[in-house]
Protein backbone atom coordinates (compact mmCIF):
# COMPACT_ATOMS: atom_id res chain seq x y z
CA UNK A 1 0.00 0.00 0.00
CA UNK A 2 1.35 3.77 -0.63
CA UNK A 3 1.79 5.42 2.31
CA UNK A 4 1.70 8.96 2.57
CA UNK A 5 2.26 10.77 6.24
CA UNK A 6 2.28 14.56 7.16
CA UNK A 7 4.17 15.83 9.94
CA UNK A 8 1.19 17.20 11.48
CA UNK A 9 -2.86 16.90 11.63
CA UNK A 10 -3.00 19.99 13.48
CA UNK A 11 -0.53 23.13 13.73
CA UNK A 12 -1.37 26.72 15.49
CA UNK A 13 0.81 29.54 13.89
CA UNK A 14 0.97 33.23 14.76
CA UNK A 15 0.97 35.76 12.29
CA UNK A 16 4.20 35.90 10.04
CA UNK A 17 5.95 33.03 11.39
CA UNK A 18 7.77 30.73 9.10
CA UNK A 19 5.79 27.64 9.06
CA UNK A 20 7.33 24.08 7.59
CA UNK A 21 4.88 21.21 6.19
CA UNK A 22 6.67 17.93 5.66
CA UNK A 23 5.23 15.08 3.37
CA UNK A 24 7.00 11.55 3.09
CA UNK A 25 5.98 9.02 0.24
CA UNK A 26 7.01 5.40 0.80
CA UNK A 27 6.44 4.53 -2.46
CA UNK A 28 9.35 5.90 -5.00
CA UNK A 29 6.99 7.96 -6.40
CA UNK A 30 8.04 10.66 -8.89
CA UNK A 31 5.55 13.26 -8.63
CA UNK A 32 4.45 15.11 -5.42
CA UNK A 33 1.85 17.77 -4.75
CA UNK A 34 0.61 20.30 -2.22
CA UNK A 35 -2.91 21.37 -2.30
CA UNK A 36 -5.39 23.39 -0.21
CA UNK A 37 -8.43 22.54 0.55
CA UNK A 38 -11.36 25.15 1.75
CA UNK A 39 -14.65 24.85 2.42
CA UNK A 40 -16.74 25.15 -1.20
CA UNK A 41 -13.64 26.11 -2.96
CA UNK A 42 -12.14 22.24 -3.53
CA UNK A 43 -8.51 21.29 -3.95
CA UNK A 44 -6.91 24.06 -4.97
CA UNK A 45 -2.92 22.96 -6.44
CA UNK A 46 -0.58 25.21 -4.33
CA UNK A 47 2.88 23.60 -6.17
CA UNK A 48 3.88 20.17 -7.25
CA UNK A 49 7.49 18.13 -8.27
CA UNK A 50 7.90 16.01 -10.87
CA UNK A 51 11.72 14.81 -9.71
CA UNK A 52 14.17 16.02 -6.81
CA UNK A 53 14.54 19.81 -6.55
CA UNK A 54 12.14 20.53 -9.42
CA UNK A 55 8.97 22.22 -8.86
CA UNK A 56 6.51 23.41 -10.84
CA UNK A 57 3.70 26.47 -9.34
CA UNK A 58 0.21 25.32 -9.21
CA UNK A 59 -2.83 27.85 -9.07
CA UNK A 60 -2.02 29.56 -6.46
CA UNK A 61 1.64 29.47 -5.41
CA UNK A 62 1.56 33.15 -3.59
CA UNK A 63 2.75 33.28 -0.37
CA UNK A 64 3.76 29.35 -0.56
CA UNK A 65 7.75 28.00 -1.38
CA UNK A 66 8.37 24.53 -1.57
CA UNK A 67 11.38 22.05 -0.91
CA UNK A 68 12.12 18.71 -2.44
CA UNK A 69 15.58 17.68 -2.06
CA UNK A 70 14.94 13.80 -1.73
CA UNK A 71 12.52 12.01 -3.64
CA UNK A 72 10.43 10.33 -0.85
CA UNK A 73 10.09 14.36 0.91
CA UNK A 74 8.31 17.20 -0.22
CA UNK A 75 8.22 20.15 2.22
CA UNK A 76 5.73 23.08 1.64
CA UNK A 77 7.16 26.60 3.44
CA UNK A 78 4.74 29.42 4.21
CA UNK A 79 7.89 32.18 4.53
CA UNK A 80 5.53 34.72 6.30
CA UNK A 81 2.26 32.97 7.29
CA UNK A 82 -1.02 35.30 7.46
CA UNK A 83 -4.66 34.42 8.72
CA UNK A 84 -5.85 33.92 4.97
CA UNK A 85 -3.58 30.90 4.82
CA UNK A 86 -5.39 29.13 7.89
CA UNK A 87 -6.09 26.27 5.72
CA UNK A 88 -6.07 22.17 5.78
CA UNK A 89 -3.31 21.33 3.54
CA UNK A 90 -3.17 17.95 1.66
CA UNK A 91 -0.04 16.19 -0.10
CA UNK A 92 -0.43 13.90 -3.04
CA UNK A 93 2.28 11.68 -5.15
CA UNK A 94 1.80 9.55 -8.03
CA UNK A 95 4.01 7.89 -10.47
CA UNK A 96 5.53 9.55 -13.24
CA UNK A 97 4.15 9.82 -16.60
CA UNK A 98 4.57 7.07 -18.93
CA UNK A 99 3.23 4.13 -16.56
CA UNK A 100 -0.10 3.75 -18.14
CA UNK A 101 -3.29 4.69 -16.22
CA UNK A 102 -1.40 4.50 -12.91
CA UNK A 103 0.09 7.72 -13.31
CA UNK A 104 -2.54 9.57 -13.08
CA UNK A 105 -4.12 8.08 -9.46
CA UNK A 106 -2.80 10.36 -6.69
CA UNK A 107 -1.98 8.92 -3.18
CA UNK A 108 -3.16 11.58 -0.51
CA UNK A 109 -1.70 12.23 2.95
CA UNK A 110 -4.36 12.56 6.09
CA UNK A 111 -3.98 16.75 5.77
CA UNK A 112 -2.44 19.28 7.55
CA UNK A 113 -4.99 21.57 9.78
CA UNK A 114 -2.97 24.70 9.94
CA UNK A 115 -4.69 27.57 11.88
CA UNK A 116 -3.02 31.28 11.94
CA UNK A 117 -3.61 33.69 14.73
CA UNK B 1 -8.27 24.85 -19.93
CA UNK B 2 -10.05 21.95 -18.35
CA UNK B 3 -12.71 22.11 -15.85
CA UNK B 4 -15.25 20.04 -13.53
CA UNK B 5 -18.93 21.08 -12.08
CA UNK B 6 -20.12 18.95 -9.72
CA UNK B 7 -23.81 20.23 -9.03
CA UNK B 8 -24.77 20.10 -5.11
CA UNK B 9 -22.96 21.06 -2.67
CA UNK B 10 -24.70 19.01 0.03
CA UNK B 11 -26.48 16.17 -1.01
CA UNK B 12 -28.89 14.22 1.55
CA UNK B 13 -30.39 10.22 1.48
CA UNK B 14 -31.86 8.19 3.59
CA UNK B 15 -29.93 4.86 4.57
CA UNK B 16 -31.09 2.11 1.92
CA UNK B 17 -31.67 5.23 -1.19
CA UNK B 18 -29.80 5.49 -4.41
CA UNK B 19 -26.91 7.98 -4.09
CA UNK B 20 -26.52 10.06 -7.44
CA UNK B 21 -23.74 12.83 -6.86
CA UNK B 22 -23.24 14.62 -10.30
CA UNK B 23 -20.08 15.83 -12.51
CA UNK B 24 -19.83 17.47 -15.61
CA UNK B 25 -16.54 18.57 -17.43
CA UNK B 26 -15.26 20.65 -19.52
CA UNK B 27 -12.99 19.48 -23.02
CA UNK B 28 -11.95 19.91 -26.49
CA UNK B 29 -10.44 16.14 -25.85
CA UNK B 30 -11.46 13.04 -24.29
CA UNK B 31 -10.82 13.18 -20.61
CA UNK B 32 -9.56 11.05 -18.05
CA UNK B 33 -12.17 11.49 -15.07
CA UNK B 34 -12.08 10.32 -11.46
CA UNK B 35 -13.92 10.17 -8.65
CA UNK B 36 -12.20 10.61 -4.85
CA UNK B 37 -14.03 9.99 -1.50
CA UNK B 38 -12.49 11.80 1.66
CA UNK B 39 -13.89 10.44 5.21
CA UNK B 40 -13.59 13.18 8.03
CA UNK B 41 -10.62 13.43 9.01
CA UNK B 42 -9.07 12.18 6.38
CA UNK B 43 -7.45 12.43 2.78
CA UNK B 44 -8.68 11.42 -0.53
CA UNK B 45 -8.87 8.31 -1.76
CA UNK B 46 -9.80 6.92 -5.59
CA UNK B 47 -13.16 5.82 -5.63
CA UNK B 48 -13.39 4.70 -9.47
CA UNK B 49 -11.99 6.15 -12.81
CA UNK B 50 -12.68 6.10 -16.59
CA UNK B 51 -9.58 6.38 -18.67
CA UNK B 52 -10.80 4.50 -21.87
CA UNK B 53 -12.55 1.42 -22.86
CA UNK B 54 -16.01 0.71 -20.88
CA UNK B 55 -17.89 3.25 -20.40
CA UNK B 56 -19.75 2.34 -17.20
CA UNK B 57 -16.69 1.76 -14.26
CA UNK B 58 -17.24 -0.03 -10.77
CA UNK B 59 -15.57 0.95 -8.07
CA UNK B 60 -15.27 0.04 -4.51
CA UNK B 61 -18.00 0.16 -1.80
CA UNK B 62 -20.91 -0.49 -4.53
CA UNK B 63 -20.82 3.02 -6.57
CA UNK B 64 -20.34 3.03 -10.15
CA UNK B 65 -20.11 5.90 -12.63
CA UNK B 66 -20.78 6.04 -16.67
CA UNK B 67 -19.09 8.45 -18.38
CA UNK B 68 -21.08 10.10 -21.14
CA UNK B 69 -19.68 11.47 -23.85
CA UNK B 70 -22.73 13.44 -25.28
CA UNK B 71 -23.43 15.09 -22.02
CA UNK B 72 -20.22 15.81 -20.97
CA UNK B 73 -20.62 13.53 -18.09
CA UNK B 74 -19.54 11.23 -15.16
CA UNK B 75 -22.02 10.99 -12.50
CA UNK B 76 -21.25 9.06 -9.53
CA UNK B 77 -24.20 5.97 -8.25
CA UNK B 78 -24.43 3.72 -5.62
CA UNK B 79 -27.78 1.78 -5.33
CA UNK B 80 -28.33 1.50 -1.35
CA UNK B 81 -26.79 4.35 0.97
CA UNK B 82 -25.27 3.04 3.72
CA UNK B 83 -24.42 5.05 6.45
CA UNK B 84 -20.44 5.00 6.20
CA UNK B 85 -20.81 6.58 2.98
CA UNK B 86 -21.31 9.59 4.39
CA UNK B 87 -17.80 11.51 2.67
CA UNK B 88 -17.17 14.44 0.77
CA UNK B 89 -16.79 13.21 -2.77
CA UNK B 90 -14.39 14.90 -5.38
CA UNK B 91 -14.86 14.62 -9.22
CA UNK B 92 -11.59 14.89 -11.36
CA UNK B 93 -10.37 15.31 -14.52
CA UNK B 94 -7.20 15.27 -16.09
CA UNK B 95 -6.09 14.75 -19.72
CA UNK B 96 -3.18 11.74 -21.67
CA UNK B 97 -0.30 13.40 -22.37
CA UNK B 98 -0.94 14.62 -26.21
CA UNK B 99 -4.09 15.92 -24.59
CA UNK B 100 -3.52 18.61 -22.23
CA UNK B 101 -1.89 18.56 -18.67
CA UNK B 102 -1.99 15.32 -16.41
CA UNK B 103 -2.60 17.20 -13.16
CA UNK B 104 -6.15 16.64 -12.26
CA UNK B 105 -8.28 19.53 -11.52
CA UNK B 106 -10.79 18.85 -9.29
CA UNK B 107 -14.13 20.15 -8.25
CA UNK B 108 -15.64 21.78 -5.21
CA UNK B 109 -16.79 19.01 -3.73
CA UNK B 110 -20.13 17.20 -2.52
CA UNK B 111 -20.73 16.59 0.60
CA UNK B 112 -23.42 13.29 1.05
CA UNK B 113 -25.09 13.12 4.06
CA UNK B 114 -27.09 9.53 4.87
CA UNK B 115 -30.10 9.73 7.37
CA UNK B 116 -31.25 6.37 9.37
Known amino acids: DVKVTQSSRYLVKRTGEKVFLECVQD?????MFWYRQDPGLGLRLIYFSYDVKMKEKGDIPEGYSVSREKKERFSLILESASTNQTSMYLC????????????????FGPGTRLTVT | AQSVTQLGSHVSVSEGALVLLRCNYSSSVPPYLFWYVQYPNQGLQLLLK??????LVKGINGFEAEFKKSETSFHLTKPSAHMSDAAEYFCAVSYPPSGGSYIPTFGRGTSLIVHP
Open chain 1, 92 to 107: ASSLRLGQGDLSYEQY
Open chain 2, 50 to 55: YTTGAT
Open chain 1, 27 to 31: MDHEN
